[in-house]
C-alpha cells in the first residue's frame, strides 16, 4: 500500500536482523516497464510512487549492522545527548517551579515563529505583484497600496520581533537558574543508561526515568533561596535515582553503580580528572618491564610497575614516591601489613597532600585486596553513607511503585524464590485464591498464557509467568500483545520472572520494574530466613528428641554450603543453585527416618542413610563436579555423628575468642531463633573451614571485576594519558607487539631433523608447534591489518574494532585467545609467557626434551602427560589401561638445581599452590601465611606407574588446573590430579579449596 500509493511507512524495533525480503527497497532496485515504475517484493510486483519512504527504527543502544546495511540505508544516531537532554529536563523543571515563566516562553515561540511567517507572506506577496504588474508601475494604484501596507506592516512586525528577542534573554536568564538540577539529572539518567553495558537485563528508558524525576520534584523540599532548592532537588533526585537503580541490580553491581554515579557527579565539577581514573582502572599497561630493580620482597611485581607509572604520570604528587619506598622501607611495609591500610594514615606526606581519590590510586599499587572497600569510604565520604546502603527490597513498595501497564519483572539469581512472597502480599491486598494466576513457562504454554493474559487484563487479575528465560523468543509475541492492551482493569498486574539472558526484549524491560531477588548475604541473615519459613508445628511434629537439634545442623549446613558461593572458585568449581526446596525435603527426610527410628525404639540414628541422601542425593545431586561432591561428603563427615550430642566434648561448628557457633539447648523453636540473632552479622571465611585469605582473594577478584566494568563504561575516544589520540596509541602497541612476533617454525625441517624414529613425545611437539605456528600467523595478520585500518586503508570490520579495543585496555584480543592455552593474564604479562613458549620450543628442537618441563608453556598439557604414560608402557610392556601418573614433590626450587632427567616419567616446574603452603624440610602441605594467596611448588615428579602398585597414605589428590579460574561447568579446565602428602587430616584441605594452577594471574 505505502509503496503504491508514496506514504512513508516505519517498522518499529527491528533488531540486528534484516528480512532479505525488503532488500530490492533498500537497494532501491526499481524497474521502469512502459511508462510504469514497478519493484519486487518477495514474489509481487508492486507499482512504485516515488514520494514512498521507508523507516526503521532500533531500540538497541549500539547495533552491530553489516556494511552493506550501511551502504542500502542512511543510518542516524537518534539517542540523546547529554546537553539534549539537559534542555529538555530544564523544560521540566521550570514548567514545574515556574509555571508562568515556561508558558510565557512557549507562547513567544509561537508568536515569534507566527510573526516570521507573517513577514514572509508579505516579501512573497509583494514580489507576486511586481513580478506580474504590467504597464507603468506608478500607475498601478493597487500595487503602491500593497507596498504602503507591507512597509507598515513589516516595521510593525520587526519591532515585535526585536521585543521577544529581548524577552527571550531575560527568560532564559531565569531559567538558567536551574540549570544545575537539569544538569545533574542528565548526568543520572546516562549513568542508569550506561549500566546496560553491564548486563544486558538492566535497561532503563527515558519515560520511565521522567517519572522519578518528576517524583523527585514533587517529592523535594520547597525553600524561597533558590540555591536551597536547587540544592533539595538535587539531593532528592540522585537519592531516588539510586535506590531506584539498585532495586534493579544485582548485590555485585551495586557498589560499581555508586563508584559510577559519584565518578560522573565529580567530573561534572571537575573533580577526579580523566587521567587519574584511567590509572585507578588500567594501573600499568607497558609491555616492557620497568629498567629500575623492586627494592623490597614483600611488594608484588605489578605494583612496583605500577608504583614507576604513577611517579611518571604525577611527578607533583608523587614523583619521589619510587625513592620514598626505596629509603623507607620498614614504615611502608608496616602499613603494608595492616588489616585495613585504607582506613589507617598513609605514610609520610602522602597522608596529607593528596586529594581522596588520588588515595585510591595509591592504594592500587599496594594492596589490591582493599580496593574494594576504600571504593566504599570513598563513596561515603564523597555522596554520604546512604550511597552504599542499598535499599531492602519489600514487596510492598514494589507494588505501590506499579501501574497496569508497566510488568514487574522479577532477574533471579541462584537460591531465590520470589513466587512465595509474592502469594504472601497477594494474602496481605486481598489478592489471594483465584485472584492470582500462575503459569511456569516452557514448551506448549505460549497459548495458554497469552489466554491467561486476556482474562487478567479485562477481570483485574494479577499473572505471574515463571521462568520466562525458557520461552525467549515468544516473549516478543508478548511485547506485542502488551502494546496492544490499551485499557486495562486498574487492578492487573504482570509479573514476569527471569534469568539474566541476553536476548530479553528491550521493549519488555524498558517499560517495566525491574527487581532483583537475591537470598541474603551471610549465615546469619540466611539462616534467619531459612527459620523464618519453617512452621512452628513441623518442629513439633516429630517425637524424637534428636530431631530439632538436627534440623538446626541442616540449616546451619545449608547456609554454609550457600555462602561458599560468594569466595568464587576457592568456594566451588560451578556455582550451584541450592535453595530452599532442597532444605525443605531433607527436613522431611529427617522427619521420616527419626520417627521411623523412635516408633521402633531404636537408639542409633541411621547416619549412614542420611549422609548419602542428604550429601550424596539431595544437595550432591547438584553437584556435577567430582571434587566439589568431596567438599559436600566433608561437610556431612564434620557435622553429622553420634559425636554432636557428645557432652563430654561439646560439640562446636566453630569457636574462636569473639565468637562459639554451636548447636542450643533442645527447646521450642524460639530458643533456636534467639541463638540465631546472637550470632554476628558478618563472619569470617573459618567458619566454612575456609583459610582467612580466601577474603582477600574474593575482594580481590570484587575489584578486578569492577575494574573490567568500569573500563567497559569509559568513553572509547579521546586522548589517552601522554597527549596522543587513541588511534596513534593503538598503533604503538601493535607496532611493538609486531617487532615482538618471532618466525614461524619450518615444520618440516623439523620433521627431517627428528627422523623416522618418533616417540610419543616428539607427536606431543609437533602438535605443538603446529598450534604456536597458527597463534603467530594470526596476530600477525590481524596486527597488519589493523594498522592498515587505522591509516584508513580497508574498512575497520568489527574484528578489528575488538582487537583495536583489547589492545587500547591492554587486554587479549579474543581471536588470539581463541589459538592460545586459557589465560587471565594483562596483555603485558601475557607477551612474557609468549616469549617464554617460544624458547621453550625452540630449546626443546635444538637441544632434544627440557630436562625439566614448563607445563603451562603447552598449548594442552594432557597430551604430554599422555604421552609419558605412553612411552614408559612400550618401554616395560605394561597395559595402557591399567597404568597411571603418580607424583611426588622435590626439594628443587628451581629448573636449574635439576642436572639429569628422570629415569622413569619427568621433572615439570611453573605449579602454584593455592589454599594452602608447602614446607620444603617436612615436605608436607601446610597453612597458608597471611596475605599470601599463591605460593610456587617445588619442581614436581611426575612418575607413571601400574595402577594396581599405588598404594597411597596421607596424601590429598589435588587437581591441577590451566588457570585459578579452576573448571567450568562443561569440565574444561582440568589437567591431571597429583598427590600431596599431608600430616593433617585431609578434611582440613578439602575446606580449605586446595588446588594446583599451572598459572599465576
Not at 516505519?10 to 519493484?39: H, S, T, W
Not at 508562568?100 to 508568536?111: M, T
Not at 537485563?201 to 514533587?218: G, I, K, N, P, W
Not at 550470632?679 to 577478584?701: C, D, K, R, S
Amino acid at each position: 500500500m505505502a509503496i503504491k500509493y508514496g506514504f512513508p511507512f516505519l517498522f518499529q524495533d527491528v533488531d540486528e536482523y534484516i528480512d532479505p525480503v525488503i532488500d530490492n527497497v533498500l537497494e532501491k532496485n526499481i524497474k521502469g516497464a512502459q511508462g510504469r515504475q514497478i519493484i519486487l517484493l518477495g514474489d509481487k510486483e508492486v507499482d512504485y510512487d516515488p514520494n514512498f519512504k521507508l523507516y526503521l527504527n532500533t531500540k538497541l543502544a549500539n547495533p552491530k549492522y553489516s556494511p552493506s546495511v550501511f551502504g542500502k540505508a542512511m543510518v542516524i544516531n537518534y539517542t540523546v545527548t547529554l546537553k539534549g537532554l539537559e534542555d529538555q529536563l530544564l523544560s521540566v523543571i521550570v514548567g514545574f517551579e515556574r509555571k508562568e515563566l515556561e508558558e510565557q516562553r512557549e507562547r513567544l515561540i509561537q508568536e515569534t515563529s507566527e510573526n516570521k511567517k507573517l513577514l514572509k507572506d508579505l516579501e512573497d506577496s509583494l514580489l507576486r505583484e511586481l513580478a506580474t504588474s504590467t504597464g507603468n508601475m506608478l500607475d498601478n494604484v493597487e500595487l503602491v497600496h500593497t507596498l504602503e501596507e507591507t512597509k507598515t506592516k513589516a516595521t510593525e512586525v520587526s519591532e515585535k520581533l526585536k521585543l521577544a528577542g529581548k524577552t527571550a534573554v531575560d527568560i532564559d536568564k531565569l531559567r538558567d537558574g536551574y540549570r544545575p538540577a537539569a544538569k545533574r539529572g542528565a548526568i543520572l539518567f546516562f549513568v542508569l543508561a550506561e549500566m546496560a553495558l553491564v548486563n544486558t537485563m538492566y535497561q532503563y528508558s527515558l519515560a520511565s526515568y521522567l517519572e522519578v524525576f518528576d517524583f523527585s520534584l514533587r517529592k523535594s523540599l520547597p525553600d524561597s533561596i533558590l540555591q536551597k532548592r536547587l540544592r533539595n532537588i538535587m539531593d532528592t533526585l540522585t537519592y531516588n535515582v539510586y535506590n531506584y537503580g539498585c532495586t534493579g541490580l544485582f548485590e555485585k553491581h551495586k557498589l560499581l553503580f555508586s563508584f559510577n554515579m559519584t565518578i560522573k557527579i565529580e567530573q561534572a565539577e571537575f573533580r577526579a580528572p580523566q587521567n587519574e581514573l584511567d590509572f585507578f582502572l588500567k594501573g600499568n599497561l607497558s609491555l616492557e618491564k620497568s629498567k629500575r630493580k623492586k627494592p623490597c620482597s614483600w611488594l608484588p611485581d605489578q605494583g612496583w610497575e605500577d608504583i614507576i607509572r604513577l611517579a611518571e604520570l604525577f611527578p607533583q604528587e608523587c614523583g619521589t614516591l619510587p625513592d620514598d619506598v626505596e629509603k623507607h622501607d620498614a614504615e611502608w611495609k608496616s602499613w603494608y601489613d595492616l588489616d585495613s591500610p585504607e582506613q589507617a594514615a598513609f605514610p609520610m606526606k602522602y597522608k596529607d597532600n593528596l586529594t581522596s581519590f588520588q588515595k585510591l590510586l595509591l592504594l592500587r599499587c599496594f594492596r589490591i585486596d582493599r580496593v574494594y572497600r576504600a571504593v566504599t569510604d570513598y563513596v561515603t565520604l564523597t555522596m554520604g553513607e546512604k550511597y552504599v546502603q542499598p535499599p531492602v527490597i519489600s514487596f510492598e513498595a514494589i507494588f505501590d511503585q506499579s501501574t497496569p501497564n508497566s510488568p514487574i519483572v522479577f532477574i533471579l539469581s541462584p537460591g531465590s524464590d520470589p513466587a512465595s512472597d509474592l502469594m504472601k502480599l497477594a494474602e496481605r491486598t486481598g489478592f489471594g485464591g483465584s485472584r492470582l494466576k500462575f503459569l511456569a513457562m516452557g514448551q506448549g504454554q505460549e497459548k495458554v498464557a497469552l489466554q491467561l493474559l486476556e482474562t487478567a487484563v479485562s477481570r483485574g487479575q494479577w499473572l505471574m509467568l515463571q521462568n520466562c528465560h525458557l520461552l525467549v523468543k515468544w516473549l516478543k509475541d508478548l511485547e506485542k500483545s502488551l502494546e496492544r492492551v490499551s485499557k486495562p482493569h486498574p487492578d492487573f498486574r504482570l509479573w514476569l520472572t527471569t534469568d539474566p539472558t541476553k536476548d530479553f526484549p528491550i521493549g519488555i524491560l524498558q517499560k517495566s520494574l525491574k527487581v532483583v531477588t537475591e537470598p541474603p548475604n551471610g549465615l546469619k541473615l540466611n539462616m534467619r530466613a531459612t527459620y523464618f519459613k519453617i512452621p512452628y508445628d513441623m518442629l513439633e511434629g516429630c517425637p524424637h528428641p534428636a530431631f530439632r537439634s538436627l534440623v538446626y545442623v541442616l540449616a546451619f549446613f545449608h547456609a554454609v554450603v550457600q555462602e561458599r558461593r560468594k569466595y568464587g572458585k576457592i568456594g566451588w568449581n560451578v556455582p550451584y543453585d541450592f535453595n530452599e526446596s532442597d532444605f525443605q525435603v531433607c527436613m522431611e527426610i529427617l522427619n521420616t527416618y527419626l520417627t521411623k527410628a523412635f516408633n521402633q525404639a531404636d537408639s542409633k540414628i541411621p547416619w549412614g542413610s542420611l549422609k548419602y541422601l542428604i550429601g550424596e542425593v539431595m544437595y550432591g545431586g547438584r553437584a556435577i563436579d567430582s571434587f566439589d561432591r568431596r567438599i559436600l561428603m566433608v561437610y556431612m563427615d564434620e557435622y553429622l555423628g553420634d559425636f554432636i550430642f557428645d557432652t563430654f566434648q561439646p560439640f562446636h561448628f566453630f569457636q574462636n575468642d569473639e565468637v562459639d557457633y554451636r548447636i542450643p539447648k533442645d527447646g521450642p523453636k524460639d530458643d533456636y531463633v534467639e541463638e540465631i540473632e546472637s550470632l554476628p552479622l558478618a563472619n569470617t571465611p573459618e567458619v566454612f573451614g575456609l583459610h582467612p585469605n580466601a577474603e582477600i582473594g574474593y575482594y580481590t577478584q570484587a575489584a578486578r571485576d569492577m575494574w573490567k566494568h568500569l573500563i567497559e563504561l569509559q568513553p572509547q575516544t579521546g586522548e589517552t594519558g601522554g597527549g596522543i589520540s587513541r588511534d596513534e596509541y593503538i598503533s604503538q602497541v601493535a607496532k611493538d607487539i609486531q617487532n615482538k612476533l618471532p618466525k614461524v617454525f619450518d615444520l618440516d625441517l623439523i620433521r627431517k631433523k627428528l627422523g623416522l624414529e618418533i616417540s610419543p613425545t616428539t607427536v606431543v611437539l609437533l602438535q605443538e608447534v603446529e598450534r604456536f605456528n597458527k597463534l603467530i600467523v594470526r596476530m600477525g595478520r590481524s596486527l597488519a591489518e589493523l594498522q592498515r585500518a587505522l591509516a584508513g586503508e580497508v574498512g575497520m570490520s568489527s574484528e578489528l574494532d575488538e582487537v583495536a579495543r583489547a589492545l587500547f585496555n591492554g587486554q587479549i584480543p579474543v581471536i588470539w585467545r581463541k589459538l592460545a592455552p586459557d589465560t587471565l593474564k594483562s596483555l603485558g604479562n601475557w607477551m612474557l609467557h609468549f616469549k617464554k613458549r617460544f624458547d621453550q620450543y625452540s630449546t626443546w628442537i635444538d637441544e632434544g626434551e627440557p630436562t625439566v618441563m614448563w607445563l603451562s608453556g603447552l598449548h594442552i598439557p594432557e597430551s604430554y602427560l599422555t604421552a609419558l604414560v605412553q612411552a614408559t608402557c612400550r618401554k616395560n610392556g605394561w597395559p595402557l589401561d591399567r597404568s597411571t601418573l603418580y607424583t611426588q614433590v622435590t626439594k628443587y626450587h628451581t629448573a636449574e638445581e635439576v642436572t639429569e632427567r628422570s629415569g622413569q616419567g619427568c621433572f615439570v616446574s611453573g605449579l602454584y599452590l593455592e589454599g594452602a603452603d608447602w614446607s620444603t624440610e617436612k615436605s608436607c602441605l601446610i597453612r597458608s601465611k597471611p596475605k599470601v594467596l599463591v605460593v610456587e611448588l617445588p619442581i614436581l615428579k611426575v612418575i607413571p606407574i601400574e595402577s594396581h602398585r599405588l598404594k597411597l597414605q596421607n596424601t590429598l589428590r589435588t587437581p591441577v588446573y590451566t588457570t585459578s579460574m579452576r573448571r567450568n561447568a562443561m569440565g574444561v579446565g582440568l589437567v591431571f590430579d597429583s598427590d600431596l602428602s599431608t600430616t593433617k587430616h585431609i578434611s582440613h584441605w578439602v575446606l580449605q579449596g586446595v588446588c594446583l594452577s599451572l598459572n599465576s594471574d
